[in-house]
């Protein structure tokens, strides 16, 4: 939680019908005695809010005017800053269903544990344009968010980079999401990995990959005729995420593109990230879990945020952790 400077009058909240600047009535707030928690440290201080921005954080702080002034006790509390969740899939139509939330009681959860931005992704069908599911997604979002937010686009086909300068530049966007799963629904091959990645690199936006192989999931499970959910799990053995996740990892080495590889759910995919990460392959290499794989059979893998520490130690001491945790 940092103080912030003024906020350039284009950017300074505005209610419609209301003059902006000194005209407009302030909001105050103060919070007391609390610990403030940052990333760095932890310390005992008050925090001052004067519309919506973070004007100080120090002890014993006594703004003025006192007028208006909200005053919230937060003795024995923790102060954090608003949670970004970067991965979410609000009312996704996803085939043949639905995510159960909506952009409504999605957010509304959000703000409720903490949350006070989100990240969706806008998803095109194949063929489609992806300028056009950046405006449905907006629609469907605007009329019912409860906090702030941002889209993600996603690219399931390749036409022509001019798209993706357009969201970038007109848009706001700056992350793109390719899949590698998903085959004839989402899933872009390597040849389109390869164009998307370049102009990902070309625009400046973050690239991120769904790893798996598309094609070995489809072939392994239909040659056996299993189609049922049972099936979902047998198909994604370890080796296939890791081989999709060094094979996504390649060719955006090849084009110097940073990397984004989301939920990634398996120890060797985990150590295959490590590794490109120490030999400072892309410049940057990110990874992202989900909370519910830490309770999985993988428990020990994703905790693996940090190159500071080597992949066995971490396995090593997640796996204590949690097995502390299941036996309590």
Known sequence: MRTHPDPPESLAPLSPGKESGAERARSQLLIKGGKVVNDDCSVMADVYVEDGVVR??????????????????????LVIPGGIDTHTHMQFPFMGSRSKDDFYTGTKAAIAGGTTMIIDFAIPQKGCSLTEAFDTWKSWADPKVCCDYALHVAVTWWSSKEEMKSLVQNKGVNSFKMFMAYKDL????????????????????????????????????????????????????????AE??????????????????????????????SNARREGKNHTMFLLTLPGLLFTEHLEIMVMMTVSESLDSLQGRVSQVMHRRVHK
């Open 244 to 273: 999709a996740t060094q094979r996504a990892i390649t060719i955006a080495n090849a084009v110097n593109c940073p990397l984004f590889v989301v939920h990634v759910m398996s120890k060797s995919a985990a150590r295959v990230i």
């Open 56 to 77: 100080q954080v120090g002890p014993n702080l006594n703004p003025e005017p006192l007028t208006g002034l909200i005053v919230l006790d937060a003795t024995n509390k």
């Open 186 to 241: 989402y899933m872009v091959n390597d040849e389109e990995l390869y164009a998307a990645f370049s102009c990902c690199k070309e625009l400046g936006a973050v690239a991120q990959v769904h790893a798996e192989n598309g094609e070995l999931i489809a072939q392994k499970m239909l040659a056996m005729g299993i189609t049922g959910p049972e099936g979902h799990e047998l198909c994604r053995p370890e080796e296939v995420e």
